[in-house]
């Protein structure tokens, strides 16, 4: 199986701030990585599919990057609804498996 | 509206069974592969299979912790997919969310929308 690891685990930031979440596979994935938003008590919401490519309707301050086994989510600018947790997730090959979440919080 | 809706959850004993399903609207459910993912109270997500479609003979795929105990169909003429959850453990407690996939150019799927779940208890 392929591990992904995501760091932080959780952070601290304030509106406005630039927050980057990094996700590493055990093995090549080539770019098939995703990353989705998720909020207490509410369904994951799909953000970047293919590392990079935003899914329809994502506001343009969240970008995806990597390709191999170093994947990175960046939040340009932190909104107040951008306080979720955030998970990546391989589908190069099964079982498809998810990053442990980064939380991030209100500084 | 494009949406999926799952429903079948509740409170249930070990060893016991369940079945889940999940009702599609507003697009064209029999195009798409379908997906289970699930997450235990206060835990990350975690997959637990996969329908093809009927181009792609509704085969199937199992996480390894679920294989064999559960069997994800379909029934395009319902647009519904389901979940049959068999022998039943404490550690199947989760809340169960559909997926929609979506294909990307290099013949890979991912997930683009997702049902708002539903809570499955295993517990005596």
């Known amino acids: 199986d392929i591990q992904m690891t995501q760091s932080p685990s959780s952070l601290s930031a304030s509106v406005g701030d630039r927050v980057t979440i990094t996700c590493r596979a055990s093995?090549?994935?080539?770019?098939?990585l995703a990353w989705f938003q998720q909020k207490p008590g509410k369904a994951p919401e799909s953000l970047i599919y293919?590392?990079?490519s935003l899914q329809s309707g994502v506001p343009s301050n969240f970008s995806g990057s990597g390709s191999g086994t170093d994947f990175t989510l960046t939040i340009s600018s932190l909104q107040p609804e951008d306080f979720a947790t955030y998970y990546c997730?391989?589908?190069?090959?099964?079982?498809?498996?998810f990053g442990g979440g980064t939380k991030v919080e209100i500084k | 509206e494009v949406q999926l809706v799952e429903s079948g959850g509740g409170l249930v004993q070990p060893g016991g069974s369940l079945r889940l399903s999940c009702a599609a609207s507003?697009?064209?459910?029999?195009?798409?592969?379908m997906d289970w993912v699930r997450q235990a109270p206060g835990k990350g997500l975690e997959w637990v299979g996969r329908?093809?479609?009927?181009?792609?003979?509704?085969?199937?795929e199992y996480a390894a912790s679920v294989k064999g105990r559960f069997t994800i169909s379909r029934d395009d003429s319902k647009n519904s997919l389901y979940l049959q959850m068999n022998s039943l453990k404490t550690e199947d407690t989760a809340v169960y969310y559909c997926?929609?996939?979506?294909?990307?150019?290099?013949?890979?799927?991912?997930?683009?929308?997702w049902g708002q779940g539903t809570l499955v208890t295993v517990s005596s």
């Open positions: 997926a929609r996939c979506a294909r990307v150019v290099s013949g890979t799927y991912y997930f683009d929308l």
């Open positions: 507003g697009f064209s459910f029999s195009d798409h592969y």
């Open positions: 329908t093809r479609n009927k181009a792609n003979s509704y085969t199937t």
């Open positions: 093995q090549g994935i080539s770019n098939y």
């Open positions: 293919a590392a990079s």
């Open positions: 997730q391989q589908y190069y090959s099964y079982p498809l498996t």
